[in-house]
């Protein structure tokens, strides 16, 4: 069996004030192409479909049409899973009837112990979950309940309640949404620039999925931080902030039978996002700044390493490079980054980053583990429009 | 063929500080059963499903159980419109799949002119819809629009052409939830109070729709509203405020042959709405009140024809009465009527009531019909989460 294994579409997401939209219908259109000439079997969305847990109307509209396209159109059967990031109730309505299309979505745990049966194998869904869900599926006592308080505690009671629906002589597939943490990582290193996007969370040690033979990830949006070979995050197919403006963008697809094989496909970006750093005098100079496609043709991160001694410099960058999605002032005064903070709160970084930013500016010192476990949780609960 | 007309939902609606959930599953449970008993054919739900365009998560989660149990266990195909309440896009999400069990819901003016066919019977939908709505659906010029801004306009010019797409030797049914006017009416004659509830609106005359065997509508939430014996309103399925306290609830069983049929089958609730008028000392006469089921067997509006001379009345009411759902004023005193203007805002008027004794209590002049109708729009756009 063939997958295409994506994640984090985010369909109603913002680069700074800019819609992502046509650009995610373009990773969309790249993604229905390669999944045709692979001739896969069926299509992976590893959660996050939405951005968030009240979409807008046009995010509803185009995940629509997307949906009609791959399943309606094309007849590939999807398997998604919420992530932290989608609304799992207002997400799920209307599942049992997308079913009868082979559009499988799960954002419950109890749908997570119900595999899709196909001949050779079991894909299993198991939607992102705050503890408490399970805590309320497996009617724990007040007592029990102290022992399941994270993620990790959670889940190291569900996968083996999962392995133990296995049937043997199948395949096992499993389909997730969460920060997993292996020994090793392929082919990059991940730096602690790529990993702060997960905050100082503990993650879910990879060891727990060794029973199965795909895990299909998402939540982290960099392919690179793939715990094992056969552990991967899809990463998503569009660039959302600066700290993925390096990364190539794609979709895995993945053979699984007696071995099990995975290949990168890129996609590319219509509009691209380059970072710029430097002197404000230095990448306002022609010489500078016409080696870029600009005037829409381009995002532009731009980090300014002096103050500029002009009144509304952005207005003037603008000018020259067209859609800035954000001017950071990178200079060692740390009064004039002070005072430039509001820059930094226009959508590129994720909410969980501007609160360490603006923590770290006040106290002085970083957020803890239990304070970026806190921050998490609430953003989680905000997210899912509880 | 024989259908169960039902409309006017509203899952997710509060009466005063109160959910009605409860109620509204009381009140599913009866059309189930009736359903059951008549062995119907087919659901038809004329509009306004949900309370708002994004419903409470608790709402959804009921709707979607309930559309389950008729349409997955009972196999009841089901014909709904959204309504002036209803979020069209979000309610319209999975449509398509929808549809591959009988589960039809139309949301914009294209799905109107593609009428569910069955071998006999032709079932059109057109749901509520912004002029707006139909200016873009039929392309039209700057100029051509001046003459299409009213509901009024744009459905003597849609009705006609859903009438184009008859095909002969067939029944025809239309679903829709619009403010339809009929010359006469069937069994009451219609108050000014109970016709308040559409404002000082023009309605849709019932003759255009004269060629259809059953018009099924919804919107107005009194049966006694219906234009004509085949173009009916079957109303809410429970009381939404103290004008409906006095009316019977219940569901159409329509059957559409070469004759048409219509039965009333009532709906019984759980715990009434009963309004009490009187001074203070006489409806906290124990010999008065305990002619009642309190303590949460009913709700009650009261309305006080004098301005108590004690502290907290309402505290007391609610003591001797439990579930208060409104107190009113409505005393000779204007003065006093005034200093308790807010204890009307409290859920169980309409918006449009709300701002028409706002702007009369301001102005000391009601609205004029233009005022209404803006008013009505912008209702209408709030509601639908625009």
């Given at each position: 069996?063939?997958?295409?294994?994506?994640?984090?579409?985010?369909?109603?997401?913002?680069?700074?004030?800019?819609?992502?939209?046509?650009?995610?219908?373009?990773?969309?259109?790249?993604?229905?192409?390669?999944?045709?000439?692979?001739?896969?079997?069926?299509?992976?969305?590893?959660?996050?479909?939405?951005?968030?847990?009240?979409?807008?109307?046009?995010?509803?509209?185009?995940?629509?049409?997307?949906?009609?396209?791959?399943?309606?159109?094309?007849?590939?059967?999807?398997?998604?899973?919420?992530?932290?990031?989608?609304?799992?109730?207002?997400?799920?309505?209307?599942?049992?009837?997308?079913?009868?299309?082979?559009?499988?979505?799960?954002?419950?745990?109890?749908?997570?112990?119900?595999?899709?049966?196909?001949?050779?194998?079991?894909?299993?869904?198991l939607?992102?979950?705050?503890?408490?869900?399970a805590?309320?599926?497996?009617?724990?006592?007040?007592?029990?309940?102290?022992?399941?308080?994270?993620?990790?505690?959670v889940m190291?009671r569900i996968i083996?309640d999962l392995?133990?629906?296995?049937?043997?002589?199948?395949?096992?597939?499993?389909?997730?949404?969460?920060?997993?943490?292996?020994?090793?990582?392929?082919?990059?290193?991940?730096?602690?620039?790529?990993?702060?996007?997960?905050?100082?969370?503990?993650?879910?040690?990879?060891?727990?999925?060794?029973?199965?033979?795909?895990?299909?990830?998402?939540?982290?949006?960099?392919?690179?931080?793939?715990?094992?070979?056969?552990?991967?995050?899809?990463?998503?197919?569009?660039?959302?902030?600066?700290?993925?403006?390096?990364?190539?963008?794609?979709?895995?697809?993945?053979?699984?039978?007696?071995?099990?094989?995975?290949?990168?496909?890129?996609?590319?970006?219509?509009?691209?996002?380059?970072?710029?750093?430097?002197?404000?005098?230095?990448?306002?100079?022609?010489?500078?700044?016409?080696?870029?496609?600009?005037?829409?043709?381009?995002?532009?991160?731009?980090?300014?390493?002096?103050?500029?001694?002009?009144?509304?410099?952005?207005?003037?960058?603008?000018?020259?490079?067209?859609?800035?999605?954000?001017?950071?002032?990178?200079?060692?005064?740390?009064?004039?980054?002070?005072?430039?903070?509001?820059?930094?709160?226009?959508?590129?970084?994720?909410?969980?980053?501007?609160?360490?930013?603006?923590?770290?500016?006040?106290?002085?010192?970083?957020?803890?583990?239990?304070?970026?476990?806190?921050?998490?949780?609430?953003?989680?609960?905000?997210?899912?429009?509880?």
């Amino acid at each position: 069996m063939k997958f295409l294994h994506t994640a984090d579409w985010h369909i109603g997401k913002e680069l700074g004030a800019f819609s992502l939209l046509s650009e995610q219908w373009n990773a969309f259109q790249q993604v229905v192409a390669i999944a045709e000439d692979e001739a896969v079997d069926g299509i992976i969305i590893a959660g996050d479909l939405y951005d968030r847990g009240i979409p807008p109307l046009n995010a509803v509209e185009a995940f629509e049409q997307m949906a009609r396209i791959m399943n309606l159109e094309h007849h590939w059967p999807i398997y998604a899973v919420s992530g932290n990031h989608d609304g799992a109730v207002r997400l799920g309505a209307g599942r049992e009837w997308r079913e009868t299309t082979a559009f499988f979505i799960h954002t419950t745990l109890a749908e997570a112990f119900e595999p899709v049966e196909l001949p050779d194998m079991q894909i299993f869904m198991l939607p992102f979950l705050d503890p408490l869900d399970a805590r309320i599926y497996y009617q724990m006592s007040d007592e029990e309940s102290r022992d399941y308080t994270s993620i990790e505690a959670v889940m190291a009671r569900i996968i083996p309640d999962l392995v133990a629906k296995f049937k043997p002589g199948k395949h096992h597939i499993l389909v997730t949404h969460y920060n997993v943490i292996g020994t090793g990582n392929i082919g990059y290193e991940l730096t602690s620039e790529t990993n702060s996007q997960v905050g100082g969370l503990k993650g879910v040690p990879a060891s727990l999925f060794a029973d199965f033979d795909y895990v299909a990830l998402g939540h982290i949006h960099l392919r690179q931080a793939s715990p094992t070979d056969t552990i991967r995050y899809a990463g998503s197919p569009v660039k959302f902030n600066t700290k993925e403006a390096q990364a190539e963008k794609g979709v895995y697809i993945v053979e699984v039978g007696d071995t099990v094989t995975v290949k990168w496909r890129p996609i590319q970006p219509v509009k691209d996002l380059i970072v710029i750093k430097g002197t404000f005098s230095e990448i306002t100079a022609p010489a500078f700044y016409e080696q870029y496609a600009r005037e829409g043709a381009n995002w532009f991160s731009i980090s300014l390493t002096d103050f500029p001694d002009v009144r509304n410099a952005r207005g003037i960058l603008t000018t020259i490079y067209g859609d800035i999605v954000e001017v950071n002032y990178v200079g060692q005064n740390a009064q004039l980054g002070n005072v430039v903070q509001s820059e930094l709160v226009d959508g590129t970084l994720s909410d969980q980053e501007i609160i360490s930013h603006f923590y770290e500016t006040v106290a002085e010192k970083p957020l803890s583990a239990e304070q970026v476990q806190l921050v998490e949780m609430m953003l989680t609960d905000i997210g899912r429009g509880v």
